[in-house]
């Protein structure tokens, strides 16, 4: 049987390692993190990353661990509602609850924390790996899910271009019982009419909530030291005179866990396989926040992959058939994100009403 080895153990790594746990495929997972150092930030999740999650895991609880979003509604940064909109089994969760549940499926023998997995070159069509203590991994198929500026990729596709993208966010998590019950299951965004500014709140439990601001990069900077009091001020300064559910929260805020959020582009999508190397999620297809699919996408990429090496075909047809598979979807959430990113640096009056912030194929 063939040895599988992945390399990271975000969203598409662990969903790919429970797949093939599930499936009975000899694999190890390498992540160059701590086991308990998960950052970050949460994930929208329309209804079809629910129905995947659920082939592998136990659904509920999910559901223990997230909510479920009733309807977006969309607001100038004053207050004005703009417009509203129901939304279709969207649910939300924190990247850490994710990333635990998911981790729940795979046995502690066939994970690694701190290790950080390198393919070195390539020798009769075969990738060599090591290890940070140089240490060489044997494999037959690498799956490269070491996320968006994947330094696999960077290896294999040296000419690719990786471009910053205009927008980057401020996320973070909150305990604040009061405000959670106040937006009950909604999705709250704020624009600001110049464009190029929002704030989001969503209800992640009963009693802790997700907000996160979007900035257009060349109107609005943040002091690259990125400490808890630089991202304060930051925040302070741009959302300070917002409607007042807007500016208490960013004054009520602890920033201890705020995260900052630089986005990556690729100018073009490479490859999604190289020999015996193949890439999953933002290691293959970087998406723009905005199309609120990465980690659908990500799972998607896993079922696929799965269910292909489990017809045992010969790997490079395996693997051709992934990529023509995957990156068509892939490339209608690249243009729907680019559009998106586009439409919200326009001044408000000029964006189109009842967008939701959310790709669909
Ligand atoms: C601001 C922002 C907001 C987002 N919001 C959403 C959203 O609402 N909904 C949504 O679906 N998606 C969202 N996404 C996208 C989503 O985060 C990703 O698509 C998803 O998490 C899949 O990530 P991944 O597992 O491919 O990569 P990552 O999460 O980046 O994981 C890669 C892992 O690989 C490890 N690693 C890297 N190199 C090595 C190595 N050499 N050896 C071992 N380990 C290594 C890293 O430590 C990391 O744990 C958002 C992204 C951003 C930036």
Known sequence: MSKVAII??????????????????????????????????????????IEYLSQIIDIESLYKKGSFLKKYICYCHNGEVLSEKDLDDVFVISRSELIEILSKGVPSGNISYEKTLTVDDFSNGKANLSLDDKTSIDADIIIASDGSRSRTRRKIFEDEVIKAVLENEVVNIIEDEEIANQIESNFLKF?????????????????????????????????????????????????????????????????????????????????????????????????????????????????????LLMEGENLQETLKKYEEERKPEIEIHIKNGRTLLNQFLLPLNEQPKNTLPISYK
């Open 191 to 307: 624009h600001h009419k110049n464009g190029g500014l929002t704030f989001g709140i969503l209800k992640l439990s009963p009693t802790k909530i997700l907000w996160y601001c979007q900035f257009d990069i060349t109107k609005y900077f943040i002091n690259e030291d990125y400490t808890p009091d630089c991202i304060k001020q930051f925040m302070l300064d741009n959302f300070g005179d917002w409607n007042p559910l807007v500016s208490s929260i960013i004054n009520g805020s602890s920033y201890e866990n705020a995260h900052i959020w630089r986005v990556y582009e690729l100018e073009k999508l490479n490859p999604f396989y190289h020999n015996n190397v193949v890439f999953l999620g933002d290691a293959a297809h970087p998406l723009i926040p905005f199309t609120s699919q990465g980690v659908t996408s990500a799972l998607k990429d896993s079922y696929t992959l799965t269910q």
């Open 8 to 49: 990271g153990a975000g969203v598409s790594g662990l969903s790919m390692a429970n797949y093939l746990e599930k499936n009975n495929f000899d694999y190890h997972i390498y992540e160059r993190r701590t086991e308990d150092d998960v950052k970050g930030h949460g994930f929208i999740l329309p209804k079809e990353g």
